[in-house]
């Protein structure tokens, strides 16, 4: 039986990455070592770090005057970077509210002591659309903190909110990769690694070096600016995950980088969206133009019968659909390592389940 796993992070990932990984695990490029074994001062891991870096770059057309910075602690750590690093004129960020992991941001902040203004807000309509900016004239923050694919409501920005002339800081946990943005409209770019570039332990930071360096005596492991100077190893870094995340990279590139990535997720996604659309059982609840190429959230409107969903679908070997806990129902996550296949037969399965279940909701 085939096995697809939906699940929103960690997630699937591409199978030559794993193959290699395999192969590479006892003696990695005949060393006698693994790469779990390596010092991060060696030579096989300069390399691995600096062609990572560069492979990044072109996938995503970065400019020289932005930093590819590698972390530790999540997504969720840098909602306390970030403000820490580029907070540091006004003290105060804006905030669009566009769901959970924005919310979360907006919360880390302020326990840093850094003033957050919510400029919009869709938490009425359970986020089912995208807050946008209305009009932001004043130069009042410092950014303006944006998740741009909200992995558990199922939302994402394909046009940026218009910020003016205040920054704008993305969260790309979960697109990253997998969408075409211009990262000169932003100041500064976050994401975790673990759900579309590869395992748990390594988050990116892409930042304009001008934003950098303005404040003294940060502590070290939170320093975009040390971190810059010291190509992100002023510790040990995470090596088998930038590792791994270097293959993943290496097999984007061979894909035909972001934009085929983002024409394959669209695929996917619409191939899902259409049949919820036409399905007289689920629904899709999040608004058309606002719908996420990679997180599809559905439901029945009837938990035992989502509940019966999940477990005929696992015991399918479509693995991990249940929604998250604030949502309920399910979720699918059509990140880059999933193939058109797996969401064909999802598609299937769900077509298979309404026509057994005709009735019953
Ligand atoms: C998963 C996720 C996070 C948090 O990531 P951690 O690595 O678990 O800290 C933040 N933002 C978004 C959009 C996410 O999907």
Known sequence: MTIYNFSA???????????QIKADMPSYKNSGMSVMEISHRSALFDDIINT????MRDLLKIPDNYKVLFFQGGGTLQFTTAPMNLATKYHKIGLLDSGHWADRAGDEAKRVGVKVDVLNSTKDIKYTKLPIIKNLTQDTY????????????????STLPDTGATTLVGDMSSNFMGQQYNIEDFGAIMAGAQKNLGIAGLTLVIVRDDLIGKVQNLPS????????????????PPVFAIYAAGLVLKWLKEQGGVAEMERRNRAKSDLLYNFLDESKLFTAPVEKADRSLVNIPFVTGNPDLDAKLIAEA???????????RSVGGMRASLYNAMPYEGAQALVDFLDKF????RGTN
Do not use: R, W
């Not at 990572?52 to 492979?55: G, L, V």
């Not at 492991?221 to 040990?236: C, I």
């Not at 309404?354 to 279940?357: A, G, L, T, V």
């Open 9 to 19: 992070g960690p997630a699937t990932m591409p199978d030559p990455v794993i193959a």
């Open 52 to 55: 990572a870096e560069q492979d």
């Open 142 to 157: 410092d950014y303006v903190h944006v998740c741009l694919n909200n992995t558990i409501e199922g939302t994402a920005y």
């Open 221 to 236: 492991m939170l320093d975009y600016d040390l971190f810059a100077k010291k190509n992100s190893m002023f510790n040990t």
């Open 314 to 324: 696992t015991e399918a070997g479509l693995l991990n659909i249940k929604g998250h």
């Open 354 to 357: 309404e026509k057994n279940n």
